[in-house]
């Protein structure tokens, strides 16, 4: 079973920028693609990104493309999701999860889980 581990979070004012990272263990990292699901108060975890085994395809919930930029690195065991142009409606506690079933959206497609990271953006 593998074991994720979200860092970078914090809080930000409108505009500005933040890198999430999400650490693997436990598993073969490359046989996996990746993804960031979002879940903000009294809502629904939504998808935010996902990336290919090899880093080559990623995909975007139209909310966030063309701000925020999803990458991995197979060597570090490690997914990345850079956010620029911060908006307050961007806050939300932010979970990095392993799915064989790119480019899925699906919540129920995504098995393992992070614990989260907390992202604040203010106005």
């Known amino acids: 079973q593998v074991q994720l581990v979200e860092s970078g979070g914090g809080l930000v004012q409108a505009g500005g920028s933040l890198r999430l990272s999400c650490a693997a263990s436990?598993?073969?990292?490359?046989?996996?693609?990746m993804g960031w699901f979002r879940q903000a108060p009294g809502k629904e975890r939504e998808f935010v990104a996902a990336?290919?085994?090899?880093?080559?395809?990623?995909t975007y919930a139209d909310s966030v493309k063309g701000r925020f930029t999803i990458s991995r690195d197979n060597a570090k065991n490690t997914v990345y999701l850079q956010m620029n142009s911060l908006k307050p409606e961007d806050t939300a506690v932010y979970y990095c999860?392993?799915?064989?079933?790119?480019?899925?959206?699906?919540?129920?497609?995504?098995?393992?889980w992070g614990q989260g990271t907390q992202v604040t953006v203010s106005s």
């Open positions: 990336i290919s085994r090899s880093g080559i395809m990623t």
């Open positions: 999860a392993t799915t064989y079933a790119y480019p899925s959206r699906r919540r129920t497609d995504f098995g393992s």
């Open positions: 436990g598993g073969t990292f490359s046989s996996y693609a």
